[in-house]
């Protein structure tokens, strides 16, 4: 079963402007991940956001978690051609499991 | 800097054949995982070794087998492939919990 559930399911925007994905999950975590995958390669860790953190920023990423509402949010600021990619947000358990969504596709035109 | 090195990339086989997928990693790490990934369902647990000597199923563990041949070594066994076993196959490791994972660039597996 799929923890993560990632909206949209893709999205397409122009150089320069931000993207914002969204993910939400059902049960408690210890730690949420989101990674990138480009195609035909493997996944990508990006930033790993601890449940008793609420923002974490890196380069032109930044990643919010808000553990009452189950939820947090990728921002890709002044997006370029290379972020073009699937994003996957990732849960991780007290337990140490750890479950992928279904991934955001993010085009963004030259 | 290798990584994390899957082999092969690629490989079809013929329903009933059985196949061996290989991973390393030569990141020192104790825990060992392979996922299968197919369209619109994300990447989904096989097995997984959270140190030498020790391996558990995930999420999807029919059909499968797994040998922790050594701290470096984590492989996924095929006995008897079915066309639902077509997927792309990766394989990640990390040092332990809440830590990232670092994934291989995966094994596109075709079973006709």
């Known amino acids: 079963s799929q923890q993560g559930e990632e909206d949209p399911q893709a999205l397409s925007i122009q150089e320069g402007e931000n993207a914002t994905m969204n993910c939400s999950y059902k049960t408690s975590i210890n730690n949420l991940q989101w990674y990138r995958q480009n195609s035909g390669r493997g996944l990508v860790h990006l930033i790993l956001?601890?449940?008793?953190?609420r923002e974490k920023h890196s380069g032109r990423l930044r990643v919010t978690l808000d553990t009452s509402k189950k939820s947090s949010s990728l921002l890709i600021t002044a997006s370029r051609a290379a972020d073009t990619a699937s994003y996957f947000c990732?849960?991780?358990?007290?337990?140490?499991?750890?479950?992928f969504g279904q991934g955001t596709e993010l085009s963004v035109k030259p | 800097n290798a990584g994390v090195t899957q082999t092969p990339k690629f490989q079809v086989l013929k329903t009933g054949q059985s196949m061996t997928l290989q991973c390393a990693q030569d990141m020192n790490h104790n825990s060992m995982y392979w996922y299968r990934q197919d369209p619109g369902m994300g990447l989904r647990l096989i097995y997984y070794s959270a140190s030498e000597g020790t391996t558990d199923k995930g999420e999807v563990p029919n059909g499968y087998n797994v040998s922790r041949l050594n701290k470096r070594e984590f492989s996924l066994r095929l006995e008897s492939a079915a066309p639902s076993q077509t997927s792309v196959y990766f394989c990640?490791?990390?040092?332990?919990?809440?830590?990232?994972?670092?994934f291989g660039d995966g094994t596109r597996l075709s079973i006709l």
């Open positions: 990732a849960t991780e358990d007290q337990g140490g499991k750890l479950i």
């Open positions: 956001i601890r449940s008793n953190e």
């Open positions: 990640a490791s990390r040092t332990g919990k809440n830590q990232p994972q670092h």
